[in-house]
């Protein structure tokens, strides 16, 4: 079952992807610029019945030298393609940002392939699929404003931003992860028959709380929302809170 759409961090004592002892599969998709290893400490922060899974996609990791997507469709069905051979057990979809776009559009594939649909789909500082996007589109913008952009959000380690050699390798991928987002229509389809959770951050300047209720219009099964304290990358010093809700509601569903 080894594929490089799945990043092995499990820790030592616990089953990889493939494993029997995991009573549900945690998919953890990544944010604009992100890779699997974002979702690096999950593993250690999880209950034993919760299997994290890192999703690794092309351009970043180990797959550095793969050509990224620049459209959401052509990415998310290669997705659904990796994916179909590791759902034979119950699963959950985790995303942040263009991840909980990338979730939610997944999930809908998924529906409309007649294959098993996740427990409970967790989207994460990511706006609302059908709401309009305001902001300039920046896959085609100078590199100053990229840079500038990624500055104010805050989610990119300042000495990358300031190394002009790390940046050339990454801006590549940065602009076709906002390129996904930014050519991304959302087109109607039903609300999804599975229970969902939006997590938001306080002071997001990207995503304001305000907007994250929109997300219940996808939801035919219900949403909660979930704040927590922090700009648009809220999730890495919240890695134990959010963990620990993800968890939670997955164990409440799926354990006995």
């Known amino acids: 079952m080894d594929t490089p759409w799945l990043a092995r961090q499990e820790p030592a004592d616990r089953a990889g992807p493939a494993g029997p002892r995991a009573a549900v599969r945690?998919?953890?998709?990544?944010?604009?610029?992100?890779a699997a290893?974002?979702?690096r400490a999950w593993g250690a922060l999880a209950p034993a019945p919760v299997q994290v899974c890192p999703v690794e996609?092309?351009?970043?990791?180990?797959?550095?030298?793969?050509p990224p997507f620049g459209r959401l469709r052509p990415l998310v069905g290669a997705l659904a393609d990796a994916l179909t051979g590791?759902?034979?057990?119950?699963?959950a979809l985790f995303g942040h940002s263009m991840g909980g776009l990338l979730a939610f559009e997944l999930t809908r594939t998924l529906r409309r392939r007649g294959l098993r649909l996740p427990e409970h789909l967790f989207v994460s500082g990511a706006a609302p699929p059908d709401e309009p996007r305001t902001r300039p589109p920046l896959h085609a913008a100078p590199d100053a404003q990229v840079k500038a952009e990624l500055r104010r959000l805050g989610g990119t380690p300042r000495?990358?931003?300031?190394?002009?050699?790390?940046?050339?390798?990454?801006l590549p991928v940065l602009?076709?992860?906002?390129?996904?987002?930014?050519t991304y229509t959302c087109r109607a389809e039903p609300p999804l028959p599975v229970p969902m959770t939006v997590f938001g951050g306080t002071t997001d300047p990207l995503v304001p709380a305000a907007s994250l209720?929109?997300?219940?219009?996808?939801?035919?099964?219900g949403a909660r929302l979930v704040l927590l304290p922090g700009g648009h990358f809220f999730l890495h010093p919240a890695a134990t809170e959010v963990v620990a809700?993800?968890?939670?509601?997955?164990?409440?569903?799926?354990?006995?």
């Open 213 to 221: 209720h929109g997300w219940r219009r996808q939801a035919g099964a």
């Open 37 to 39: 290893a974002a979702y």
């Open 26 to 34: 945690l998919f953890c998709l990544p944010y604009a610029g992100g």
């Open 86 to 91: 590791h759902l034979d057990r119950p699963f």
């Open 175 to 182: 602009r076709a992860d906002f390129s996904v987002l930014e």
């Open 245 to 256: 809700a993800v968890s939670g509601t997955l164990c409440g569903q799926v354990v006995p």
């Open 159 to 170: 000495h990358l931003l300031d190394d002009d050699e790390l940046m050339e390798l990454a």
């Open 57 to 66: 996609i092309p351009g970043r990791g180990r797959r550095l030298g793969e």
